[in-house]
């Protein structure tokens, strides 16, 4: 099977609406990815999952067909009420591993900093991110010297296009 990772609004239509991709989803869609798994590894991708409490708003897929944690997630059993976080690895049909990290509403900190840095091994790095929220966190240094860092504002270009972390989440 498949499974995709978006921020694309509005997107997809519901199965019964067939497909369309309008101009919200080309002027406001930040990102998407695709991956091919296996069916097994669909049980771990349905267990990260469960961390973000999604709001699963329609499936192509029958709930009491599902088991383990896919089920759990169709039948909306989560843990985001939790103070937890995941660092789940899976791979791709194609032989490529990928990371997922995920944490709950309840974890209280800020993802980036606590879960993402982290799992990379305490890498530095530099973050642009949706900033106009209730909880601005602010660049972030540990006592060890891992920095994360606040991209205000991104130029691409010889200063021809901003993007600034106030114009939608960049």
Known sequence: GWFMQHSIPDFPNYVADGYEYGSSQEMYGQAASCFSYD???????????????PWIYDT???????????SALLLEDTFYQEKAHADLSVTTVGGMQVTLLAKT?????????KVVVPALGGSSLYSQSWLNSCTKVGSYCEANGTEVVDVLESLYGVDTVAWSTTYDHA
């Open 39 to 53: 069916v097994a590894t669909f049980d771990t991708l349905a267990y990260a999952m469960r961390y973000s409490g």
């Open 60 to 70: 192509n897929m029958d709930a009491g067909t599902a088991t383990g944690n896919l």
């Open 105 to 113: 509403g309840a974890y209280g900190a800020d993802m980036i900093d």
